[in-house]
Structures are given as structure tokens and as C-alpha cells.
């Protein structure tokens, strides 16, 4: 059983920056990790992933401004987000799991979530 624990969330303005951290209760190595975010009144959306190869996948509106890596020493995900826009503001959860190429996107696709953390972006 793997536990997630997601910190760093908070309160900030338009084009600052925040950094995400997604810890575990055990190893890491051998899981896809991803990150997913739900804005009020919309569906959970596919944000960032990387698999235990470390190759990156992310979602077209994020790209270039995020950046997800891991530390499989430390048993955690991060996610780097920079020039945050309003419409970043959601709970950003992580996730565990060992999809398929072709369903990397698809959270039905992981087993272990974290209880997620607030992002807002606000001026």
C-alpha cells in the first residue's frame, strides 16, 4: 500500500511560482507518478506525468511552464509550476500508478491518490 501526501499549495499572484511536492510511504521507483488538478464545477484534469524511466508527459496549456520530476531516494514527485495564470487555480492531487503509453493521461489508469492541495492564483 503506498500513501501520498501532497504540500506546497497556497495562495499567490499571476506569473509567480510554486513548487508541489507529492511524498510516499514507500518506494516510488517502480510507479507512472502523476499530477491531476479539479477546478470548482469542472472535471479532474490530466496535468503532468512521468513514468519510472523519467520520461515526462504534460498537458499543452501547462507546457513550458511546468515541470514535474521525482526523486525516487526521497520516495517524491515534484512539480515545479511558473508563471501561474488564474486558470491554474484548482486542487492539484498525485497519483501512483502503472499505466500504459497510450493511457498515461487517463487517472481510471492509477491506483494510489494523494487528498490533494489547494492552488489559487489570484491578483
Known amino acids: 500500500q503506498v500513501q501520498l501526501a501532497e504540500s506546497g499549495g497556497g495562495l499567490v499572484q499571476p506569473g509567480d511560482s510554486l513548487r508541489l511536492s507529492c511524498g510516499s510511504s514507500?518506494?516510488?521507483?517502480?510507479?507512472?507518478m502523476a499530477w491531476f488538478r479539479q477546478a470548482p464545477g469542472k472535471e479532474r484534469e490530466f496535468v503532468a506525468a512521468?513514468?519510472?524511466?523519467?520520461?515526462?508527459y504534460y498537458q499543452d496549456a501547462v507546457k513550458g511552464r511546468f515541470t514535474i520530476s521525482r526523486d525516487n531516494g526521497r520516495n517524491t514527485v515534484y512539480l515545479q509550476m511558473n508563471n501561474l495564470k488564474v486558470e491554474d487555480t484548482a486542487v492539484y492531487s498525485c497519483?501512483?500508478?502503472?499505466?500504459?503509453?497510450?493511457?498515461?493521461?487517463?487517472?481510471?489508469?492509477?491506483?494510489?491518490w494523494g487528498p490533494g492541495t489547494q492552488v489559487t492564483v489570484s491578483s
Open positions: 497519483a501512483a500508478g502503472r499505466p500504459i503509453l497510450s493511457a498515461i493521461r487517463d487517472a481510471n489508469m492509477y491506483y494510489y
Open positions: 512521468i513514468r519510472n524511466g523519467g520520461h515526462t
Open positions: 514507500g518506494p516510488l521507483n517502480s510507479y507512472s
